[in-house]
């Protein structure tokens, strides 16, 4: 019995690289002072999103904050915004953990600071979903309600 000759393996197609979403470079402690800093003259919260380039839900919430119009007018209303990344679960674990915040059970995970640096909130982002996206009206509420006086 013969075969047919298989058909030559069509290369995969080569997705587009996507831009990186935290700085992988960056020095978290550094940032995030400076924006503690930066909240405290401008009577803001500091909102830290921990995550990583590799998190397909960490890039939907980011891209959230930048589009959805309500959801970045009080981001820019209320917070100083600092993307802070975890690699791998391998980076600035000591620096969440001084927030009381575990990246390792799941990113993004959002902490708004105080203008002294000190964590009121630690919000794991799953409440926030809907479907394959975040609710922006969930995200809303959450940033509304944590924005301080």
Same mark, same amino acid.
């Given at each position: 019995?013969?075969?047919?000759?298989?058909?030559?393996?069509?290369?995969?197609?080569?997705?587009?690289?996507?831009?990186?979403?935290?700085?992988?470079?960056?020095?978290?402690?550094?940032?995030?002072?400076?924006?503690?800093?930066?909240?405290?003259?401008?009577?803001?919260?500091?909102?830290?999103?921990?995550?990583?380039?590799?998190?397909?839900?960490?890039?939907?919430?980011?891209?959230?904050?930048?589009?959805?119009?309500?959801?970045?007018?009080?981001?820019?209303?209320?917070?100083?915004?600092?993307?802070?990344?975890?690699?791998?679960?391998?980076?600035?674990?000591? #620096?969440? +953990?001084?927030? /009381?915040? @575990? $990246?390792? =059970?799941?990113?993004?995970? !959002?902490?708004?600071?105080? *203008?002294?640096?000190?964590?009121?909130?630690?919000?794991?982002?799953?409440? #926030?979903? +809907?479907?394959? /996206?975040? @609710? $922006?009206? =969930?995200?809303?509420?959450? !940033?509304?309600?944590?924005? *301080?006086?």
């Amino acid at each position: 019995e013969r075969r047919a000759p298989k058909p030559p393996a069509t290369p995969a197609p080569t997705a587009t690289p996507r831009p990186p979403v935290y700085d992988e470079a960056a020095d978290a402690k550094k940032e995030v002072a400076a924006a503690v800093a930066k909240a405290k003259a401008e009577k803001k919260r500091v909102l830290v999103t921990l995550g990583g380039n590799w998190c397909g839900w960490c890039r939907l919430l980011d891209e959230l904050f930048r589009t959805d119009e309500k959801v970045s007018a009080e981001l820019a209303r209320a917070y100083v915004p600092v993307k802070v990344d975890v690699g791998r679960m391998t980076k600035n674990l000591d #620096l969440a +953990a001084s927030w /009381g915040a @575990d $990246p390792k =059970k799941g990113v993004p995970l !959002l902490v708004v600071l105080d *203008g002294k640096g000190k964590a009121v909130k630690v919000q794991e982002t799953g409440s #926030l979903e +809907a479907g394959k /996206g975040h @609710d $922006p009206a =969930k995200v809303l509420a959450f !940033l509304k309600s944590n924005a *301080g006086a």
